[in-house]
């Protein structure tokens, strides 16, 4: 009989032990969806969080496309014989100066419409009906523009903007490409959706 009450109680020991382990691995996994509701969606994160972009693999005259609140923000890194073309072609643009203020922050109210001349920052959206313009970045005629000089074409109905995304007159698009809040963290890396320190 004594030796039955050892068996028992070594056996109670088990079950119990085991019971805990289980009931506890139980709550842990009931917990995690729990804790995760916490946590802020991907669609939250995405409406403001701000985006690092690295640009030491952008070669001169390429376009490289970042994602920013769901939109895509272009980021080119511009020659200078992209940059000579800015004044060129300003008598055939609708607002060549960038005066719509809306278009751009007040750091980026210049000639190149960004903040170090080489690379212009952009939401490649066309300010007409929303689609996404195509990159043209050569200097030569095109079928939709014989005196190309060029800039961003959108293909679904023929808005036109030149190398600063400021948009040609005669085209269905009303304004210039925006340009998003941004700032270089260093020579290689920029940051979308945050102003530099002390801009207004």
Not at 94 to 105: G, I, L, V, W
Request: contains cysteine.
């Amino acid at each position: 009989m004594a030796s039955d009450a050892v068996i028992d109680k070594g056996r109670r020991r088990f079950l119990t032990a085991t019971t805990s382990v289980v009931g506890g691995a139980g709550v842990v996994v009931a917990a995690i969806p729990f804790i995760k509701s916490w946590e802020p969606s991907a669609a939250a994160k995405s409406a403001g969080a701000p985006v690092e972009a690295d640009i030491s693999k952008i070669e001169a005259g390429q376009k490289v496309t970042f994602a920013w609140r769901g939109l895509p923000v272009f980021v080119i890194n511009r020659t200078k014989a992209q940059l000579d073309t800015l004044t060129v072609v300003d008598a055939d643009l609708k607002d060549p100066k960038s005066e719509n203020t809306d278009q751009q922050p007040k750091y980026a109210e210049n000639e190149y419409r960004s903040i170090k001349p080489e690379w212009l920052v952009v939401v490649g959206i066309c300010t007409h009906l929303g689609c996404v313009p195509d990159f043209f970045p050569d200097l030569k005629p095109e079928p939709f523009d014989p005196k190309w000089r060029g800039g961003f074409y959108c293909p679904c109905h023929k808005s036109r903007y030149d190398m600063a995304g400021r948009v040609y007159d005669g085209v269905p698009a009303p304004a210039n490409l925006a340009v998003p809040p941004y700032k270089f963290i260093d020579d290689t890396h920029i940051m979308i959706g945050v102003d530099p320190q002390g801009a207004a």
